[in-house]
């Protein structure tokens, strides 16, 4: 049996996934790689197409939390060198979608690709914290985040502006209710939970694959849109003797500030992933756009100059 919560199918999928088959799951019509299977292989056909369908209850489940998440049309595809043969699922589709006939290779609109990365990660985040919350039982900032989600779709129309405004939410909601040791419990609970984009279906990475640099990870983030940024490392001389410190230059930042505080959950999550479990401590505002700093999670202090980590306040 699969369980019902959002914890439970991806656990379900996740011990159907093996790190050196051959299918994957995707959109058939877009080419997307389905949360919550976008990392994961499977060793034959029949296993894959169980994944393809807990996957569409997973994202059924997902759906009462976050309305606007996309429906696809899940297929599974076999990697042979760079040539991939893909079969439609067609008990289990994620959508209403009509087709007549399967699809042979994924449809891509190449036009709005770029926005669709961006909307994609975006609801992945979604994925990542509303699995946490639920793990956790934090009944009161779901539905906090929840209140807030609906009083936005009362005033925006556009479904991936929404998105944008939901990760907003979640941003402010996770600061003011949860103290900042528990902020970082939440950000490594919740980064564990996120999944990466993979670039290339037929070489895809598992869970089990070596953490991504920081430069790689804000490189995706930067490519699909989120933001224009530099980064660097220094050390920097505190009370607790030299420590080194991320310093990331956000510019074109597609979340906006609430009340004098910035929303970083997208990047908190994705930079917290990174080997040294980078925490944001201190933000601040300039004419070009916001400077942020980080400093590792096993660095002694770092808990203690956390403060707000999803949505600091811009000084």
Not at 114 to 127: N, Q, T
Request: overall charge negative; charged content about 25%.
């Amino acid at each position: 049996m699969i369980g019902t919560t959002l914890t439970e199918i991806r656990d379900h999928i996740e011990s159907l996934a093996s790190d050196n088959g051959e299918y994957y799951l995707v959109c058939a019509r877009y080419g997307d790689r389905p949360v919550p299977a976008s990392e994961l292989r499977f060793e034959t056909r029949a296993t894959a197409r169980a994944a393809a369908q807990a996957t569409t209850q997973y994202r059924q489940a997902l759906r009462r939390y976050d309305p606007q998440l996309p429906y696809y049309d899940i297929v599974v595809c076999q990697a042979v060198g760079v040539q991939t043969r893909c079969a439609r699922i067609e008990a289990h589709p994620d959508s209403q979608s009509t087709y007549s006939a399967a699809l042979t290779e994924p449809v891509v609109n190449r036009s709005s690709l770029s926005g669709r990365e961006l909307v994609e990660f975006c609801h992945r985040v979604a994925a990542a914290v509303f699995e946490t919350l639920s793990e956790h039982s934090y009944d009161g900032v779901e539905s906090a985040i929840m209140d807030a989600y609906f009083a936005h779709a009362e005033e925006l129309a556009d479904p991936d502006g929404l998105c944008i405004r939901l990760l907003e939410s979640m941003a402010v909601e996770l600061a003011d209710r949860l103290d900042p040791s528990d902020q970082v419990a939440f950000l490594s609970a919740a980064a564990e939970r996120l999944e990466h984009e993979p670039r290339d279906v037929t070489d895809s990475p598992t869970r089990s694959s070596e953490a991504q640099s920081v430069d790689e990870s804000l490189s995706a983030l930067q490519d699909i849109g989120l933001f224009r940024r530099s980064a660097q490392t220094i050390d920097t001389e505190t009370m607790d003797g030299q420590i080194t410190e991320l310093v990331v230059e956000l510019s074109g930042y597609v979340l906006r500030p609430h009340d004098g505080r910035l929303p970083l959950l997208p990047i908190a999550l994705t930079v917290h992933r990174c080997a040294e479990a980078w925490v944001p401590t201190r933000m601040n505002a300039s004419d070009d756009g916001q400077h942020i700093a980080f400093r590792s999670v096993k660095d002694a202090g770092t808990l203690d100059r956390s403060g707000q980590v999803f949505a600091p306040e811009v000084c």
